[in-house]
């Protein structure tokens, strides 16, 4: 099978996907990390009120 494009044509494409997966790769760790952060946010923030919200807690 014979393509019409050259080699650097080809060149260049594989060059434009590779960085569109390093930016993808990139949305994905900090999706991921600002969700694993989120939910340390909300398990801290219960952990703290129950904790300062328990009958035993000193006023």
């Known amino acids: 099978m014979k393509t019409d494009l050259s080699r650097e044509q080809m060149m260049m ?5 590779r960085y569109q997966r390093s930016i993808a790769a990139g949305d994905m ?3 991921l990390t600002r969700r694993a952060l989120s939910s340390l946010a909300r ?3 219960r952990f703290l009120h129950a904790l300062l919200m328990s009958p035993t807690a000193r006023q």
């Open 13 to 17: 494409i594989v060059e434009r996907a």
């Open 29 to 31: 760790v900090v999706s």
């Open 43 to 45: 398990w801290t923030d």
